[in-house]
Every structure is written in C-alpha cells, then in structure tokens.
C-alpha cells in the first residue's frame, strides 16, 4: 500500500516536497515511480528510482527523486515550480517493471491515492 502526500499550492519558482510512504515488506526491491495527471491530460511519467533514477525531460534538472529505504518511502523534491506542473501526482510501485517500460503506468501495480501540487503563476 502506497500514500503520497505533500502537495500544496506554491507561487511559480517555488518547492514542494512529495513523499511516498509504503507499507509492507521488501521495499528495497520495489522501483518507485512518480506520474502525474493535469486536468483534462493523460497520465504521464515523471520519475522513477530503485537504484538508479530516470526522470522525464520536462522536470530534468528541477525535480529530484530520492529514496530512504529505512523509512519505507521515496520523495519527489520539486524546485522552480512551473504553472505547467500543476497535476495530481501518483506514486506506483512495481517489483518486476524494467527500465526500458519505467514510463507505461500499466507496468506498475500499486499505486497511492494521488495528491494535488497546484503552481500559480
């Protein structure tokens, strides 16, 4: 079981942190991916991380995805906040994704309930 939290609504050039809390065991072998979804768009990826990261061209250089596998969660650092990356973000899990599918949200299985970052401009 997934839980993001952290949205917010943030002036334009301003940060939010997102976190992705997991229960459950074996965490440490699970890829973690960050989606998102504006209104009236698709899903689409963001971020992901188990050992290494991918990232999305869109946010390269001003998102960060990071993991404390201890604490069972994965963050999204988000710094120069664009009114375009006003979304519901999504957390998802899989155990078995590979790399080169990280970016289709039907290779993940667990997701969490999505939480909102609105970016006023």
């Known amino acids: 079981q997934l839980q993001a939290s952290g949205g917010g609504l943030v002036q334009a050039g301003g940060s939010l942190r997102l976190s992705c809390s997991a229960s459950g065991s074996a965490f440490s072998n699970y890829r973690v991916a960050w989606f998102r979804q504006a209104p009236g768009k698709e899903r689409e990826f963001v971020a992901a991380?188990?050992?290494?990261?991918h990232y999305t061209d869109s946010i390269k250089g001003r998102f960060t995805i990071s993991r404390d596998n201890a604490k069972k969660t994965v963050y999204l650092q988000m710094n120069s906040l664009k009114p375009e990356d006003t979304a519901v973000y999504y957390c998802?899990?899989?155990?078995?994704?590979?790399?080169?599918?990280?970016?289709?949200?039907?290779?993940?299985?667990?997701w969490g309930q999505g939480t909102l970052v609105t970016v006023s401009s």
């Open positions: 998802a899990a899989s155990a078995t994704v590979i790399a080169s599918m990280i970016r289709r949200s039907e290779m993940y299985n667990y």
């Open positions: 991380i188990r050992g290494s990261t």
